[in-house]
């Protein structure tokens, strides 16, 4: 029995004893293979890491040449946050109109201006959106976006993060607060009108009140155009130097920039129109950039964001702002051009569209000019709001919403119809591109003045005329001061600079040096 057992044991161990050693065997195959698998994943990880950086860098240069840049006024106002230490303490915010060339000014400033770039837009990336879902701790959003764009780096005082199409993520606006807090780094977003206002959300999120400094930019003005056709900064200051003078233009002068502004009343603002111009002066291949633009934009009425940032369209108010929109060149054909509901279809009332209005309006893409009740000052005070006409904030883009052949009928002075429309509303263009309200005058006595403004700091009439013809209205507002309190008006026609009896004419190209 003893030995039985003695015998047992003495198997036990040496079974034990293989076993161990077949254990520690195992174990180090294990180790080296895991070790291996560690290495070969570790390697293939940094070259996955360094195809993605090389792949997102090329992306980034590839944005950045092959979109024309051209020299724009929002740079001021960019340069002007950057160097001021109190707006600096706020985040940029520059809203607009969509493809007016927002991205492109950026994206080139914040590569000259600063170290390093984050760079994200929440139009084409929707995916990082979820960063933003949790608590907006900076550091916990640091760590998220450099896993996510694996070329980000975060050096204090030194990167500018720039939020692309912020209103595609309100919690991304929210964050700004907690990024100005922080104060490590500079913060640049931009956005459309419409989304930045929160526009037809159920539930906003917070917006960083007294944390952002707003800016708005336009489409391209009609200086902006002429600094991209080349022409010379010496010819500019000319041409305002008359202005100001209120000394006639040299014949050779004044006929070259007529014509430029012709050119530009077909081509507009939108700076695709304008790099197709430049780069092929074919009207037809510019017309169709600017209708393959108000087709997106039409694409885009039918875009409302829910408290969920869910695409969500009420339909029937979707049918109003295209019915409001289709009839604009109608709205303004007409001899009276005051819009009229009654015009947008058979039985239309004005409760019906009002807000269809109020949402192109707060999209960018039309400007209301109301009708003043006296000419008097302050003009927002004396705005009857029920009187208005509308503009679309781009020429170039109302002139594609015409017949075909009225860029050709521009371009050889043979317009009819649509003359004084179309002059009205590049004036009304200029306007707004200089961030002016727009106000006009009209009584049922046949009294009417397209614009009413104040320049140099007194109450002026603007009267726009295709020619230097009679301008009775401003004549009769001149001839009674001691009714209007008005001493000298504008006629902006297609010709020189000249006065008469209190009447400064000017030329239709010189409408943004009224500002």
């Known amino acids: 029995m003893l030995e039985k057992e003695l015998e047992n044991q003495t198997h036990y161990k040496k079974v034990q004893v293989i076993l161990e050693t077949r254990y520690k065997k195992v174990q180090v195959i294990l180790e080296t293979r895991y070790k291996k698998v560690q290495n070969i994943l570790e390697t293939r990880y940094k070259k996955v890491q360094n195809i993605l950086e090389t792949r997102y860098k090329k992306v980034q240069v590839f944005i950045l040449r092959s979109i024309k840049m051209f020299k724009r006024k929002i740079l001021d106002e960019i340069n002007k946050w950057k160097n001021s230490l109190s707006i600096k303490k706020r985040a940029l915010v520059i809203k607009g109109l969509r493809q007016i060339g927002k991205t492109t000014v950026v994206l080139n400033y914040c590569k000259k201006n600063y170290e390093n770039l984050v760079y994200i837009n929440f139009m084409e990336n ?20 450099s896993a996510a764009i694996p070329t980000a780096r975060f050096i204090p005082q030194k990167t500018v993060i720039f939020f692309d199409e912020i209103q595609e993520c309100a919690s991304a606006r929210t964050s700004i607060k907690s990024f100005m807090i922080d104060g490590r780094f500079d ?18 999120k917070s917006i960083p009140t007294g944390f952002e400094y707003v800016v708005s930019m336009f489409p391209m003005d009609f200086e902006e155009y002429l600094w991209a056709r080349g022409i010379d900064d010496s010819l500019i200051e000319y041409i305002n130097n008359c202005f100001v003078k ?32 430049l780069k092929t002066r074919d009207m037809n291949q510019v017309r169709d950039v600017q209708r393959n633009i108000l087709e997106e934009y039409k694409d885009d009425f039918g875009k409302h964001l829910d408290k969920y940032e869910n695409e969500r369209i009420d339909k029937l108010e979707l049918t109003r702002i295209i019915d409001v929109y289709n009839s604009i060149p109608y709205q303004l054909a007409k001899e009276n051009n005051k819009f009229q509901f009654s015009d947008i279809r058979k039985g239309a009332k004005g409760r019906e569209y009002k807000s269809a209005i109020t949402w192109l309006e707060e999209f960018g893409l039309v400007k209301r000019s109301y009708n003043l009740n006296n000419l008097e000052l302050p003009l927002e005070g004396n705005k009857n709001p029920d009187e208005f006409k509308l503009f679309l904030s781009d020429t170039g883009l109302f002139v594609a919403m015409l017949d075909e052949g009225t860029t050709n009928d521009i371009i050889n002075g043979n317009l009819k119809i ?3 429309a179309i002059f009205e509303n ?90």
């Open 418 to 420: 649509f003359k004084g």
């Open 246 to 277: 209120k000394e006639i233009v040299s014949d050779v002068v004044n006929d070259s920039f007529l014509n430029y502004f012709k050119e530009y009343l077909c081509v507009g603002g939108m700076p695709d129109a304008v790099d197709t111009f």
């Open 426 to 515: 590049i004036v009304a263009d200029a306007f707004i591109k200089n961030g002016n309200n727009l106000y006009y005058f009209s009584k049922n006595s046949g009294l009417e003045i397209d614009f009413i403004t104040k320049f140099d700091g007194k109450l002026t009439p603007v009267e726009v005329k295709a020619t230097n013809g009679n301008a009775k209205s401003l004549k009769e507002v001149i001839n009674n001061k001691n009714k209007y309190g008005v001493d000298s008006a504008l006629k902006l026609i297609d010709g020189n600079i000249g006065y008469s009896n209190g009447i400064y004419t000017i030329p239709l190209y010189m409408a943004f040096l009224i500002d």
């Open 126 to 145: 929707k995916s990082i959106k979820k960063i933003f879902d949790n608590d907006l701790v900076v550091d916990d959003l640091i760590r998220d976006i």
């Open 187 to 204: 913060i640049i977003a931009t956005g459309s009108l419409l989304g930045l206002r929160g526009y037809n959300q159920k539930e906003q």
